[in-house]
């Protein structure tokens, strides 16, 4: 079946310092590709999304990229805070039930 | 206030029981989905609903049960026939087809079988 492989599992930075996490995805029908952030005990929330007809987002200190025809995209977080720590996810499908998502990510940035 | 409410947020059970979580929501969404969430395994679909009084199985459908018979309700059933039922589930919900896609997630449900 379809399936998205992210990596790392884990990620730990010192404050200030960017993070990037990778994720690929094997359905080439896919056309949007949306990252959530669930903090430690809380909902997962969408912090940014891309759909196929862009190579690049961004919003503030956080860009997504997308190469389809490598068939993978990336979360960039530039001058990380300690509010950044979190699980990150990414997805790609098509949208709501043909969504497929990745592991997780748990990010650390230390103080 | 919008949003999605999902009760009980912890639940024990002992085997062999029928648990029935809820998902309620106030956002007029016609989609909502139930995902279970396991350590290292990211989020996984277990039943989605596009419109009211329908509902299709998604990847691990096996051992639960669920109903739309209101747009804002979506209860998720956990059988007995679930072999290993202990997980976080996540309930969630989107504007449906035509959509941006985003999904509005409730603050989960822990299931524990004792």
């Known amino acids: 079946g379809e399936n998205v492989e992210q990596h790392p599992s884990t990620l730990s930075v010192q404050e200030g310092d960017s993070a990037v996490i990778k994720c690929t995805y094997s359905d080439s029908a896919s056309n949007y590709f949306p990252w959530y952030k669930q903090e430690l005990g809380k909902r997962p929330q969408l912090i940014i999304d891309?759909?196929?007809?862009?190579g690049e987002k961004k919003d503030q200190r956080i860009a997504v990229t997308l190469n389809k025809t490598a068939k993978h995209f990336s979360l960039h977080i530039t001058e990380t805070q300690p509010e950044d720590s979190a699980v990150y996810f990414c997805?790609?499908?098509?949208?709501?039930?043909?969504?497929?998502f990745g592991a997780g990510t748990r990010l650390f940035v230390k103080a | 206030d919008g949003g999605i409410t999902q009760s009980p947020k912890y639940l024990f059970r002992k085997e062999g029981q029928n648990v029935t979580l809820s998902c309620e929501q106030n956002?007029?969404?016609?989609?909502m989905y139930w995902y279970r969430q396991d350590p290292g395994q990211g989020l996984r679909l277990i039943y989605y609903?596009?419109?009211?009084?329908?509902?299709q199985k998604g990847d691990i459908a096996e051992g639960y049960s669920v109903s739309r018979e209101k747009k804002e309700s979506f209860p998720l059933t956990v059988t007995s026939a679930q072999k290993n039922p202990t997980a976080f589930y996540l309930c969630?919900?989107?504007?449906?087809?035509?959509?941006?896609?985003?999904?509005?997630f409730g603050e989960g449900s822990r299931l524990t079988v004792l």
């Open positions: 969630a919900s989107n504007i449906g087809a035509g959509g941006s896609g985003e999904l509005f």
């Open positions: 956002l007029n969404h016609d989609a």
């Open positions: 609903s596009q419109i009211v009084n329908d509902f």
């Open positions: 891309i759909r196929s007809n862009v």
């Open positions: 997805a790609a499908g098509t949208g709501g039930f043909k969504t497929i």
